[in-house]
């Protein structure tokens, strides 16, 4: 994360505006997590506390890209359990963008469990134009779950991505993946 006065500036200048867009998110959340009850499935949410954009350009491994998310260790082990025991291979994507950042919520599910994992992120878009530039290329995007300490407990591939990135930076319906809409 920088630490550029532009960028300490920008963030605590919108610091009441985040706070609200956060409390929507999980207010967002916790009403997903509801109806989906209501309805008989197993839902449970989990509120990451800290995420980032990650490009190919940004690690050793060419494969690695997406949203990089940070879950509090004492949620750690319900998450992994879920994942473990759930085939969550469908997934919902609701989002809002406020100042800069996208705020999401995403709803992982397995349909036959009637299973619902919810996470709450957001991510800083002035750091996202490496990432948006890889998922353009690979036309797909993951989002991985991992601890403090860096340990990777869930990978989710999501090959419909646009619901991911904000909107200016999605590529227009039906072009093909390297046609960056930024290029």
Known sequence: MEDKPEYIERVTENAGLHNQAWQRTLDDMESIAETRREEGWEAATFQTIQTAPVSRADNDNPD??????VLPDNHAEEFRELYEEHDLDQYQVYSSEVEGY???VIEVLDLDSKTSVLLALRYDLTIGRGMFKSVYEED???????TIDGT?????EHQEYRPL???????PEGARPSENPDE
């Open 102 to 104: 996208l705020y999401l």
């Open 165 to 171: 990135l904000p909107e200016q930076a999605r590529p």
């Open 140 to 146: 797909t995007i993951f989002t991985y779950v991992r």
């Open 152 to 156: 990777e407990i869930a990978v989710f």
């Open 64 to 69: 690695r890209f997406g949203i990089s998310t």
